[in-house]
T-cell receptor
């Protein structure tokens, strides 16, 4: 069966520090991968998605970047965090063969930038 | 721009009751709609996915319906249990543009089942 791992679960970082969140998927190949952010009281916002190794699409301009160095690994990064980067970050995947496939989420990372 | 609304924001019902959660969207040109469940501080779990050509999907005590023309979906939960307490979110996939991976999410309905 397929599983998705996301870490860390909680992170407290000072403003201006770098960020690296990692997500890996097991039990499948060539998944579509996604990074979402959930801010308090707001809906989920798609940040990045990837349909293959090295292929990254950004939905919104921001202080963050994403990379996919391996088929089942997706990394969210920042060189200098801002206060506004605080939020709940969720990695997700779905089979790439069809849009009519459910989206599977990781357990999330609660990021607090102080 | 697609907007997804879920009303009410919070709902409390006694255990055993049947209940309906609502989701409305402004642009009826959707590809599919998903209902998710989110427990506090956790990720989302996909419950049901309804394709644009479908009217409803069922899984156990859950039934989701879709009326594209009116821009509405409902999630029906039968015989509610305390374990159903969670936030329920709906999300729509827009159009059929292959390059458009975006799901537009509602802000959810926080459901509390009272034992």
């Amino acid at each position: 069966s397929q599983t998705i791992h996301q870490w860390p679960a909680t992170l407290v970082q000072p403003v201006g520090s770098p960020l690296s969140l990692e997500c890996t998927v097991e039990g499948t190949s060539n998944p579509n991968l996604y990074w979402y952010r959930q801010a308090a009281g707001r809906g989920l916002q798609l940040l990045f998605y990837s349909v293959g190794i090295g292929q990254i699409s950004s939905e919104v301009p921001q202080n963050l970047s994403a990379s996919r160095p391996q088929d089942r690994q997706f990394i969210l990064s920042s060189k200098k965090l801002l206060l506004s980067d605080s939020g709940f970050y969720l990695c997700a995947w779905r089979p790439g063969r069809s849009f009519n496939e459910k989206l599977f989420f990781g357990s999330g990372t609660q990021l607090s930038v102080l | 721009k697609q907007e997804v609304t879920q009303i009410p924001a919070a709902l409390s019902v006694p255990e055993g009751e049947n209940l309906v959660l609502n989701c409305s969207f402004t642009d009826s040109a959707i590809y599919n709609l998903q209902w998710f469940r989110q427990d506090p501080g956790k990720g989302l779990t996909s419950l049901l996915l309804i394709q644009s050509s479908q009217r409803e999907q069922t899984s156990g005590r859950l039934n989701a319906s879709l009326d594209k023309s009116s821009g509405r979906s409902t999630l029906y939960i039968a015989a509610s249990q305390p374990g159903d307490s969670a936030t329920y979110l709906c999300a729509v996939k827009e159009g059929s543009n292959f390059g458009n991976e975006k799901l537009t999410f509602g802000t959810g309905t926080r459901l509390t089942i009272i034992p």
